[in-house]
T-cell receptor, first 115, second 113 residues
Framework: DQQVKQNSPSLSVQEGRISILNCDYT??????FLWYKKYPAEGPTFLIS?????DKNEDGRFTVFLNKSAKHLSLHIVPSQPGDSAVYFC??????????????FGKGTKLSVIP | EPEVTQTPSHQVTQMGQEVILRCVPI?????FYWYRQILGQKVEFLVS????????KSEIFDDQFSVERPDGSNFTLKIRSTKLEDSAMYFC???????????FGPGTRLTVT
């Protein structure tokens, strides 16, 4: 059951260039999307999010784009830095009642930024 | 900056034993979650907890699992009789509101032998 898909398991980018990580989803009930960054032996760290009513959200070097009709979102990192090297998870949120929300994660994309 | 903490960082137990994983969510957060990640697989939702009761649980969260908020700060996950396939990283998360960002702890690596 792959409701959230990250089709690229890895991505290598030169320092200073743009990194583009992609994510597709199938469930139309998802209403909030998030990107998490994860280093080995650590928990996922929240990076940036976007509500389903928006198509773009920007925070410093990070921008998330949402295309609802295509059920696709992407994370742009520009300029990429070696410290950005990590596994990036796309997650989608849906209400599960009592105000709680469940996150469904993709498998992750390992980003390597080459100095 | 406030953060979610989890103890222990690594727990080794024998099959059939009970384990309790502990979490201290961010203090003003009201919604609490457990997720797990089996090696090489996705992070999977286990359970959400709000207002001292379970809001939702996944198929993974069977009768062997339970959660509790025994006091104003701790949030625990108990596995009554561990199985080999329970070996995974277990992440606790919390959020201030239901919708929005969930903040994760560093995880507990559970190894069942």
């Amino acid at each position: 059951d792959q409701q959230v898909k990250q089709n690229s398991p890895s991505l290598s980018v030169q320092e200073g260039r743009i990194s583009i990580l992609n994510c597709d989803y199938t469930n139309s009930m998802f209403d909030y999307f998030l990107w998490y960054k994860k280093y080995p032996a650590e928990g996922p760290t929240f990076l940036i999010s976007i509500s389903s009513i928006k198509d773009k959200n920007e925070d410093g070097r990070f921008t998330v784009f949402l295309n609802k009709s295509a059920k696709h979102l992407s994370l742009h990192i520009v300029p990429s830095q070696p410290g950005d090297s990590a596994v990036y998870f796309c997650a989608a949120s849906v209400s599960v009642g009592a105000g709680s929300y469940q996150l469904t994660f993709g498998k992750g994309t390992k980003l390597s930024v080459i100095p | 900056e406030p953060e979610v903490t989890q103890t222990p960082s690594h727990q080794v137990t024998q099959m059939g034993q009970e384990v309790i994983l502990r979490c201290v969510p961010i203090s003003n957060h009201l919604y609490f979650y457990w997720y797990r990640q089996i090696l090489g697989q996705k992070v999977e939702f286990l359970v959400s907890f709000y207002n001292n009761e379970i809001s939702e649980k996944s198929e993974i969260f069977d009768d062997q699992f339970s959660v509790e908020r025994p006091d104003g700060s701790n949030f625990t996950l108990k596995i009554r009789s561990t199985k080999l396939e329970d070996s995974a990283m277990y992440f606790c998360a919390s959020s201030e509101q239901g919708a929005g960002e969930q903040y994760f702890g560093p995880g507990t690596r559970l190894t069942v032998t």
